[in-house]
């Protein structure tokens, strides 16, 4: 029998290539049907890619073009950098490895406050732009395959905004993924976006229309518990966009598990509102071993070292917990709501 599930997406730069691997893990699955994606960020650019392939020639096509998105990610380099700066980033790496040995500060946490992507004025390049319009989005808004939704922030109002069908463009994947101290707003129709994850990362409601599965497979790169206490700027920064950026989810996960326990009480009628059944994929050792200067510096070696966790992962969720999809939750969610 099929087991049908919608997919829910985090976004984290460079570490969304855990999610590669893991998505490249469930494509292997004959019996497993991606109904609906809903992804933020690095979440978006994997949901894009995975829709343009199935559409294009199924698992295997999704798959390759999986591959390919990263490896051009894997190419573009250290993501501060305009394209037409890129081959400068040998002797930087040196100055900042040097800078680091002798100062008692972290020459990226420095950056992170000090740079500005409008400083570059009209010489500023999206250094994602390339590799998102690669894409076909014929086929990445097209009805065939999963059903795909793309979060982003508006600037002004600070709500969510959700794309969806032929509204999913290439500036609507570039705000998704546009981190404000990174990339510059991107305009859609005279609003400005950053990117999803201060409102969504990812987004759920989209996944609870009466047509698609109770199921919602939760891929998550942002670790939610950290041992230690960050002490350098950058790691501090790190460790606030992370709890920004899982607030909404933790938010989401609150409303399902009151809505769950009415139910089971009896005291809200079946029906009336959508059960949906909670499974999560994460890493979160591994995750806390990583340091936050790699989310926007994937190179190759990195990229390829998070496809094998997220395979492994997804291969240890598939063994242990696989066959509870259309059945029940495989999230204790009350437990992650109330973890010390």
Not at 169 to 185: D, I, N, R
Not at 211 to 219: A, C, H, M, N, Q
Not at 312 to 318: D, G, K, P, S, T
Request: contains cysteine; glycine residues 10%; aromatic residues 6%.
């Amino acid at each position: 029998m099929t087991r049908r599930v919608n997919l829910a997406l985090q976004g984290g730069g460079a570490h969304g290539a855990f999610t590669w691997g893991v998505l490249d893990r469930l494509l292997q699955e004959d019996d497993l049907e991606i109904v609906a994606i809903s992804g933020t960020s690095a979440g978006a650019l994997n949901g894009a890619a995975l829709k343009f392939g199935f559409a294009a020639g199924g698992p295997g096509a999704a798959r390759s073009r999986l591959d390919q998105l990263w490896q051009q990610i894997g190419a573009v380099g250290n993501l501060r950098m305009v394209p037409w700066l890129q081959a400068l980033q040998p002797a930087l790496r040196l100055w900042q490895a040097a800078a680091e040995t002798i100062l008692p500060i972290s020459s990226q946490g420095l950056t992170a406050q000090l740079y500005s992507p409008y400083a570059w004025g009209q010489g500023w390049q999206n250094p994602l732009e390339a590799v998102v319009r690669d894409l076909d989005f014929s086929q990445v808004g097209a009805d065939a395959g999963p059903r795909l939704f793309v979060s982003a922030t508006n600037v002004r109002t600070g709500r969510i905004k959700v794309f969806s069908g032929a509204a999913i463009t290439p500036e609507a994947l570039m705000a998704s993924a546009c981190v404000p101290t990174v990339f510059q707003a991107v305009k859609i129709d005279g609003e400005a976006y950053w990117d999803g994850g201060y409102a969504g990362n990812p987004a759920l409601f989209p996944l609870y229309e009466p047509d698609l599965p109770e199921d919602i497979l939760v891929v998550s790169i942002n670790p939610l518990r950290r041992d230690d206490v960050p002490d350098t700027p950058l790691e501090i920064q790190n460790r606030i966009n992370e709890i920004s950026f899982n607030s909404s989810l933790l938010g989401e996960l609150r409303a399902i598990n009151f809505v769950r326990r009415l139910i089971a009480e009896g005291r809200m009628e079946k029906g009336k509102m959508k059960e949906v059944r909670i499974h999560m994929i994460a890493d979160d050792a591994l995750m806390n071993d990583l340091t936050a200067a790699t989310k926007l510096a994937p190179s190759p070696e990195l990229l390829l070292r998070l496809k094998v966790a997220g395979q492994a992962a997804a291969e240890r969720f598939l063994q242990e917990a696989g066959d509870r999809i259309g059945v029940r939750s495989s999230v204790d969610l009350a437990d992650i709501l109330n973890r010390d």
